[in-house]
């Protein structure tokens, strides 16, 4: 199988200052560079590139974005694009779906699945996470979301190789068979993914890097201790690799343990009760 390389960001940080930049803000530009760097045959934007919190631009930051992924099509690469929960907020996203309609490159996947250059993407926009979850028909290889913490429980039940997920928070770790890809303010954060006989990914944020296959796990270089933990292990209580196997396995243990001793055995372990109220359902209700 020959190599494809996948390049991958979220929540574009438009307008805020670009690090390692001397008073330079995030532009087109800031994008592009990455992309000539890695040579990625795909490139993934997973929520809130056409408007996001993390920008500062105050300028039509849709029309930012259309520009970056005409330059992007142009250069014979393609985008694969899923809408986040700001994408929409001024009512332009619109322009988004319709160039993608309007190209063979961009693939605007929100909902669906479509296939670029042999990877088989499913896109999961906010809030549909539980549904498309129950309604996934057959394997993909990489799940693009835009998911809030408490939802993306669901994605490791979507039959996938890997999960992309913006909207907040940074992680990278193997977690239910899956390399786990949690991206944010990009380009402050993107990661570099390449299938090949197996798959091979890097993880960059500042001068950390992580490298991760979910045949050999994790290695890291540059990252100070506690940044480490946080993109290996989130920040809660749990680590989240350990949060999801306890949520899925309390799922399948209800039925004899019951819902009220699943859900105490869960709280023992620190896990939230949103968290566990969104995968289990809250009581009296399925």
């Known amino acids: 199988m020959p ?18 930049s001397a008073g330079g803000r995030v532009g087109i ?18 929520g809130d590139a056409a408007y996001d919190r993390c920008s500062r631009s105050r300028l039509d930051e849709t029309e930012l974005f259309l520009g970056l992924l005409r330059a992007i099509a142009a250069g014979g690469r393609h985008c694969v694009v899923v809408e986040g929960n700001n994408d929409d907020t001024m009512g332009t996203y619109g322009r988004v779906r319709d160039a993608a309609e309007a190209n ?28 498309m979850a129950r309604s996934a028909e057959g394997a993909v290889d990489i799940v693009v979301a835009h998911a809030p913490l408490a939802d993306r429980i669901w994605l490791f039940d979507i039959p ?10 940074m992680m990278a770790d193997v977690i239910a068979g899956k390399a786990y890809l949690a991206l944010d303010c990009s380009p402050a954060s993107y990661a570099v993914i390449d299938r090949e006989e197996g798959w091979r990914i890097e993880y960059v944020t500042g001068p950390c890097r992580i490298g991760l296959s979910p045949e050999e796990g994790a290695a890291a270089d540059g990252c100070d201790p506690a940044t480490l933990r946080d993109l290996t292990e989130g920040r809660g209580p749990l680590p989240y690799r350990e949060e999801v196997g306890a949520l899925r396995r309390a799922k399948r243990e209800i039925a004899t343990l019951g819902r009220e001793e699943a859900v105490l055995r869960l709280l023992a372990l620190g896990i939230r009760k949103t968290h566990i109220e969104r995968y289990l359902g809250k009581r009296g209700r399925r």
């Open 29 to 46: 530009g800031s994008f592009l560079r990455p992309i000539e760097e890695t040579e990625p045959d795909i490139i993934i934007f997973a």
């Open 104 to 131: 063979p490159y961009l693939h605007e996947i929100s909902g669906k699945t479509e296939t670029a250059c042999g990877i088989r993407f499913l896109g999961v926009p906010t809030g549909k996470e539980r549904r």
């Open 160 to 169: 996938a190789a890997c999960i992309v997920t913006g909207h907040y928070g």
């Open 3 to 20: 190599r494809t390389r996948i390049l991958a960001f979220s929540d574009l940080a438009w307008g805020t200052r670009e690090k390692g």
